[in-house]
């Protein structure tokens, strides 16, 4: 009988009751965000248009080590966390390999993703400070369809701009959102002017999360009442997800277990970044030493490819610039299945800590991710969702190295979600028509060429 439990479960009360702000133990700070028409530091007067001001003074903060949870949000957490630790005996025994892997699962939600854990946070702020509604963009719908179940928690109104392919190809998804009284448009539309913009310069186009984010923007700077809202990338989302963190060193100090490595998908980064908080502190103040592996899918590949630099975070060049890992915020990322990891930049916390060589990325190609995937789901039961499928992939392959060297490390990775929304991905892959786009050199120089200047 194995001596540690498959499922390391918290109690209730032990949910976190702080976020925790890495920032606090950064020293080089992240880059701020930088106003698009000035190039001057963003200041809290000026996001106040876009964003809620309890968010904008979470996103601002580089110094606070820890933010109150309000109790409200606490409450919410208890419908589904604290969320289990696992322990992945039955994947080890098929690797044959003597490293111990564990993964943290965030799928445990009806929005089968970790998203739900910033969307109640920003919706619980957005109507406190007395709006009617949040906008939106979402990609493989994740984002919305988690913000929606929050917005109807505390009755406010929803507005999403789905990107097109997946509005198309996922229809179940759009249907839950509008279950929880959500409006979903598909993105580009000729809704905005934005929409009709880009509609213009680029007929036909399947759409892209940063085309979503312009026309959410937009509709969220000219309604009254209306802020919008975002599911990754942002400080804030990260602080919110630090619960994701908290709770895994939490179970692992529980069991008496140290972590050496630690995997996780990096879309926009936030899953990523909360998963790693506790654990980067403690590397930041030197108490503890970790290998933290970003994974990103070969189509687009922000960390491995792309550079560190100012850019736009929306195609459509309306909102703040921020100091990050990108790929151009044109790039256009072939239509692969991991479609919330499809997003051209990084966290601008991520990237700098990449860039001071506190993480490591690596990046694979789709039919290897869904390899690993149906490898996992045959072996642990649950069906992973193809961007959690990314940090899967990861995981093995660190798990294989220590099988080689004959070392017994332990493996901690992010499962971030579900995939039952994505079976037509998987039909292609089961059906042997998945490609994998990889973009050229030439691609990727030229869509960095239109970077903007800013230094
Ligand atoms: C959105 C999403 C991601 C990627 O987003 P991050 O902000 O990088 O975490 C990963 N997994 C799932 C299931 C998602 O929905």
């Known amino acids: 009988m194995a001596k540690i439990p498959y499922k390391i479960y918290l109690d209730e009360k032990e949910i976190p009751r702080s976020w925790y702000n890495v920032r606090a133990d950064m020293k080089n700070k992240p880059a701020p965000l930088l106003n698009p028409g000035t190039l001057q530091p963003m200041k809290a007067e000026e996001l106040e248009g876009v964003f809620c001001k309890e968010l904008i003074a979470q996103e601002l903060d580089n110094d606070t080590a820890f933010f109150k949870i309000p109790d409200e949000i606490v409450e ?4 589904y966390r604290p969320s289990p630790l696992m322990r992945a005996y039955r ?5 044959g390999t003597p490293a111990k892997i564990y993964y943290k699962f965030e799928g445990n939600n009806t929005s089968g993703s970790h998203k739900l854990n910033s969307a109640i946070a920003q919706a619980y702020y957005a109507k406190k400070q007395g709006l009617k509604g949040v906008t939106t963009e979402t990609g493989a719908g994740q984002w919305g369809t988690a913000l929606s179940m929050a917005c109807a928690y505390f009755d406010l109104d929803c ?3 789905m990107v097109k ?7 179940f998804r759009r249907e839950v ?7 979903v448009t598909p993105s580009p539309s000729m809704e905005t002017e934005v929409g009709k913009r880009i509609l213009a310069e680029h007929p036909g186009t399947t759409g892209s999360l940063g085309c979503a984010i312009s026309e959410a923007v937009e509709v969220a700077t000219t309604s009254e009442g209306y802020r919008y809202v975002l599911g990754s990338v942002l400080n804030q989302v990260l602080l919110h997800q630090s619960v994701i963190g908290l709770e895994t060193k939490a179970a692992l100090d529980k069991i008496g277990e140290k972590a050496d490595i630690i ?4 879309g926009g980064g936030s899953n990523l970044g909360g998963l790693i908080a506790p654990f980067m502190g403690e590397k930041l103040r030197g108490e503890n030493d970790y290998k933290i592996i970003a994974v990103e899918p070969s189509s687009c590949p922000s960390f491995t490819r792309g550079k560190f630099a100012y850019d736009f975070c929306d195609t459509g060049m309306i909102c703040p610039l921020a100091k990050m890992y990108t790929l151009g915020s044109g790039f256009i990322p072939a239509p692969n299945h991991a479609g919330g990891l499809r997003f051209h930049g990084m966290s601008t916390i991520l990237s700098q800590l990449y860039h001071d060589g506190y993480m490591e990325a690596t990046s694979y190609k789709q039919t290897d991710v869904f390899e690993a995937a149906e490898l996992f789901a045959r072996t642990e039961g649950i069906l992973p969702a193809p961007e959690s499928s990314h940090a899967i992939k990861g995981a093995i392959d660190e798990a294989l190295k220590c099988k080689e060297a004959g070392e017994e490390k332990t493996i901690v990775f992010g499962l971030t979600g579900t995939g039952y929304f994505d079976m037509v991905a998987y039909e292609s892959f089961h059906d042997g028509k998945m ?14 060429a239109k970077l903007p200047k800013s230094e």
Request: hydrophobic share 30%; glycine share 4%.
């Open 159 to 161: 507005k999403v701009y």
């Open 263 to 266: 995997v996780g998908c990096a």
């Open 76 to 79: 919410f957490y208890k419908m």
């Open 177 to 183: 959102m509008r279950t929880y009284g959500a409006s």
């Open 165 to 171: 392919v997946s509005y198309e190809q996922k229809p």
């Open 91 to 95: 994947l080890e025994k098929k690797l």
């Open 435 to 448: 490609s994998d786009h990889i973009p050229t050199d030439e691609e990727i120089s030229q869509s960095l």
